[in-house]
């Protein structure tokens, strides 16, 4: 007879970057909950990040797109899915600049679509969760002073951010108009294992191991605040499992960093780490055009989470980037697999190389 589970979750996004990272989480910690993990497998999507996993019996894996309708009926019937962590997303702010129609497809229409699924699914929603996992991006762009709240007012300036921000609304609106039990989340930028190499932190990594140009935009004077992605899936967890129905959480660790100054201890750390002499990979940074609409500094509050729900991240930033550089130098397979293909027409058209 088939095992029934408590939960029947469904992770959408879980072949990517964060996703893999929520997925192994609570595949590994809730052997009573069934994760079912849809992804379509875009560039950004790659099965290999879960291979530790993939054989666990609370495990199944469907390929699928969010937008289709058909698809997306079928899991939740198949699966008798009862909770819903929706990280599927076109997740970059340098490709949204390029084209973002799939943005609107994916982030909103998708969002929509998931929504629209789960209400006609739950017969009742009691018992069920919808949480949507979004970005501390749509409240803009800070100046000096000050860090986003959960009550800042949203202000997306880029083409993903503002598919994001028409996302949270829309899962906001279904909580409000039909009472779909959803709970928000918006998270600072994240780095870790399994990050794609377009985003600053494994791009620089694969760019300083390879002595390539490392392209700094603009003076390099942007501020992001970091936080590993393996806090931010704790971070998940929590909310997932305590956090207030229809309410929003922020998520981050208090750890900004000028795009200069993170590019250089990435140099000094790598240096070490390959036995170079010191200053040597900072000569590969390159000042190149800055992104059109560069936000300037993102800073998160995240008392709210850390107080009413108490949770911390667990590492520090030196530890976090130090694990992450070795996983980068361990795990070579990894890097050429997600390179080969698109990736090499990608970089050469992003950075006139
Ligand atoms: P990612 O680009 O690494 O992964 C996205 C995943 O979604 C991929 O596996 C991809 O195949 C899948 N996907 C894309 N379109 C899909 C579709 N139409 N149907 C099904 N699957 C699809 O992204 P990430 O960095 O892991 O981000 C995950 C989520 O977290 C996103 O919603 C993003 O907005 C949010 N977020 C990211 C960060 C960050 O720093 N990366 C910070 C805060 C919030
Ligand atoms: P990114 O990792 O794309 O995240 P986001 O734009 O969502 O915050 O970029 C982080 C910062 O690094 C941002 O200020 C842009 C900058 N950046 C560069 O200077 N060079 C690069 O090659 C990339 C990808 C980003």
Request: proline share 3%; hydrophobic share 35%; with cysteine.
């Amino acid at each position: 007879m088939e095992k029934t589970f408590q939960k029947n979750i469904l992770i959408t996004g879980g072949a990517g970057f964060i996703g893999s990272h929520v997925v192994r989480l609570f595949v590994n910690k809730y052997p009573h909950y069934r994760i079912v993990n849809f992804d379509n497998l875009t560039y950004a999507g790659n099965l290999s990040n879960l291979k530790d996993i993939e054989n666990k019996e609370n495990y199944v894996f469907v390929k699928g797109d969010i937008v289709a309708n058909d698809a997306v009926t079928n899991v939740f019937s198949q699966y008798n899915i009862t909770d819903v962590i929706h990280l599927a997303a076109e997740s970059h702010v340098d490709r949204s600049i390029e084209g973002p129609m799939a943005f609107v497809q994916t982030n909103v229409v998708g969002t929509v679509n998931l929504l629209q699924t789960a209400k006609n699914h739950w017969t009742d929603f009691t018992n069920h969760v919808f949480h949507h996992v979004s970005t501390d991006e749509v409240y803009g762009s800070l100046g000096n002073d000050g860090l986003f709240t959960e009550t800042t007012a949203y202000d997306p300036r880029s083409p993903y951010s503002a598919s994001k921000a028409a996302s949270d609304h829309f899962v906001s609106a279904f909580f409000h108009t039909y009472g779909l039990p959803i709970k928000l989340s918006n998270c600072s930028n994240n780095y870790g294992s399994h990050h794609f190499p377009e985003k600053l932190i494994p791009l620089m990594i694969h760019n300083i191991v390879n002595k390539k140009p490392l392209p700094v935009y603009g003076k390099g004077e942007n501020i992001r605040d970091w936080l590993w992605v393996e806090d931010h899936a704790r971070a998940i967890d929590t909310i997932f499992h305590n956090g207030k129905l229809g309410e929003s959480y922020n998520i981050g660790g208090l750890n900004e960093w000028k795009n200069i100054d993170l590019v250089k201890y990435l140099c000094r750390l790598l240096d070490k780490k390959l036995n170079r002499s010191e200053g040597e990979s900072e000569q590969l940074i390159t000042y190149v055009k800055d992104r059109s609409g560069h936000d300037l500094r993102y800073a998160i509050d995240a008392s709210k989470l850390e107080k009413e729900l108490g949770w911390k991240p667990s590492i520090t930033f030196e530890e976090g980037l130090e694990k992450t550089v070795d996983w980068y130098l361990n795990n070579q397979d990894w890097i050429n697999e997600v390179t080969s293909g698109d990736y090499q027409h990608y970089y050469k058209k992003m950075y006139n190389e």
